[in-house]
Structures are given as structure tokens and as C-alpha cells.
């Protein structure tokens, strides 16, 4: 009888808790949406990256594209970064032009060091990648090189890995022709 | 590691020395599914709400020579909305009885997939035995969760569940 007695107050002080506690929508980041998390028992959407310094490993390198247009001057970044590199440089020569999401300061894909390539024709550039904004996320090896051509197209080639994001941002682009 | 150097040392005898080694260890596997209130203090608040379902998939090893004493390893499945994965490593407490059993209970839930929970829970149940090997179970605990990315920042979680189940002997 007191066995039963017991398990009937545990029954009842959980119904009567229920009763007496306000509702919540969450109580755990659990009960929202992947995208969002519990914050004072309602679902919030979660901080948005806005430096790239945090959601994952940067997503710097994978196989990628970027495209130096001979003669440009401006640099620029946007649209989704799978590979981190997306930018448009002087032509033939040295682009450093990435966007790996958060930030684009002259780094690259491939391994995070800058491309210098120069143009068979000899000449040379740089560019500008500016301060673009947006997040970034995903993991990558990489084993890239790069290859630029006098063309103007530069290739990567050989790296690996995945990674989504998203930039925005400006920059400019000096280049000699030899 | 810690459940199998329970297993090894305690119920397989050396770790006490008045305990035989076990010649046999009595086991047995349950199935059980639960829910129950979730509490949670925010701003000088409570704030409560029901508790997702789980599942619990146990094995429990006795020692014949401490038949009041069982410890069962336990996965944990928490579901609705969500598919966490825990394990829970319990120690029961057992009251003698044949047909009816009843018995106190703490445990160390631990969640680590896809979010992380750590805590520390007590509570008692009860087992009527339906076959020679067939028992029903109910167990009712209380749960508080100190540690983990699945809390509010600042909060901690407590857990009142009631859980009810299946426990086959071999």
C-alpha cells in the first residue's frame, strides 16, 4: 500500500508541477530548430557570422576557379563560395583576390598562402581583395596548385574538400604588363 | 570504460573481497520508453514543459552473491524533433520480493550525440513479473542536468520522467 501510495505521489507532483510552471516554448536548444537555439524559453535564430571566424573550419581551399580579367581594376567577391576563391584581378599576373567568406585580405585558395603567379608574357599585378563580409563553413585539405594563365584564367587544381559560404565585398586591382 | 571496469572488478569478484567471483551473473535486457516535465529556471522563473519521448535499451547484470545490487548500462534515445543519443550507466538498489520488485536507482546520464548533456539522476521503480523471465517495468526518476551544449546559457535542466517497459530474464 505505501509502495502504491508512493508511485501515486510521484504521479501527482508531476501533474501538479506541469500545472503550476508557466509554459515554455524551449527549454533546450533541442527543442528549436537546427537554426536557431533556446534563449530565455523562446526560439531565436542563431548569431550570424559575421567575421567568418567561427562555423567551421574556413573554407579556404578546395578545387576552384578564380578568373583574372586582363586590364580589370576592381576586384570583386560574391555570389557562394564553395572553394573560398572567387575574384577578379588584373590580368595577367599576380591575384590574390579570395573570398573565403568572412574576410578577403589577400589570401587564397589552396593553402591559405597568397597566389602569385606571373603572366608568361612577364607581367605582374596585385590585387586588392578588400574587406568583404559574410560567413563561411566547412572543412577542406588541400594538395592544390595553382596555375595562372596569360589568358587570364587561373586554375586550381588538386585540392579537395567542401565547404559553403557566403561573401560579399569590394576591391581593387593594380597590374604592370611586361 | 568505467561500466566494464564495474563489471570486471565488482560483479566478476576482486574489487570486494567477501564476493566471490561470479560463476554465473544473472542478466537481463529491457526495453523501455518514457517521457514526463522538463523544468527550467529562467529569470526567477520556472518554466516547464513535457519532456521528449525517449527510448531505453538496458542490460542488467546481477551477481549472485548481491542479488540487492544490479547495474544496467544504458542507451538512451531521446526522439520528437530530435534523435539524441546518450548512455546511462545505472545502479539499482533492490528491495527482495518475487512477483513484485521494487527498488531505488541512480544513474549518470550522459548525451553526447548530436548535442551534449551531462547529469545526475535518482529515482525508484518497480518490476511485476509476468513469466518465469517476464517482468513489466516502471520506473520513475528525477534528472538534473548541470553540463551540456543542449542547456540555456546560464540554466540548468531538470527532468521528472516516468518510464514504463519491458524486462526479459535469461
Known sequence: MQRTGFFVAMAVMAVGLQAACRPATCLRDSDCASNQQCSAVECVARPVDTDGTSGGTMGD????????????????????????????????GRDTATA??????DETAGDGSEVSATGNDGSTGASDGGDTTGSDGGSSSDASTD??????????TGGSGTGTGTGTGTGTGTGTSG | MIPGMFVATVLCGGAIGAVAPAEKLQ?????????????????????????????LAEVGFVHPD?????????????????VGVGAIPKLRARLPGKRV??????????????YSLLGIQGGAGLS??????????????????????????????????????????F
Not at chain 2, 101 to 114: I, K, S
Not at chain 2, 128 to 151: C, I, K, M, N, P
Open chain 1, 61 to 92: 581551399d578546395t578545387s576552384g576557379t578564380a578568373t583574372a580579367e586582363p586590364g580589370g581594376t576592381t576586384s570583386e567577391f560574391g555570389g557562394t563560395t564553395t572553394d573560398g576563391t572567387n575574384g577578379d584581378g588584373p590580368g595577367p
Open chain 1, 100 to 105: 573565403s567568406g568572412g574576410r578577403a585580405e
Open chain 1, 147 to 156: 596555375v595562372q594563365m596569360d589568358s587570364g584564367i587561373e586554375i586550381e
Open chain 2, 27 to 55: 542478466v537481463s535486457a529491457s526495453v523501455m520508453a518514457g517521457t514526463g516535465i522538463s523544468l527550467a529556471g529562467v529569470a526567477r522563473r520556472t518554466y516547464a514543459a513535457r519532456s521528449p519521448l525517449f527510448l
Open chain 2, 66 to 82: 548481491l542479488e540487492w545490487l544490479e547495474f544496467a548500462p544504458t542507451i538512451a534515445l531521446e526522439l520528437e524533433g530530435r
Open chain 2, 101 to 114: 520488485r521494487v527498488w531505488a536507482m541512480v544513474a549518470l546520464p550522459v548525451f553526447f550525440a548530436p
Open chain 2, 128 to 169: 511485476v513479473t509476468l513469466h518465469q523471465r517476464v517482468a513489466l517495468v516502471a520506473e520513475f526518476s528525477g534528472t538534473g542536468y548541470v553540463w551540456g551544449s543542449d542547456l540555456m546559457s546560464g540554466s540548468a535542466l531538470a527532468k521528472l520522467d516516468q518510464t514504463f517497459g519491458v524486462r526479459v530474464s
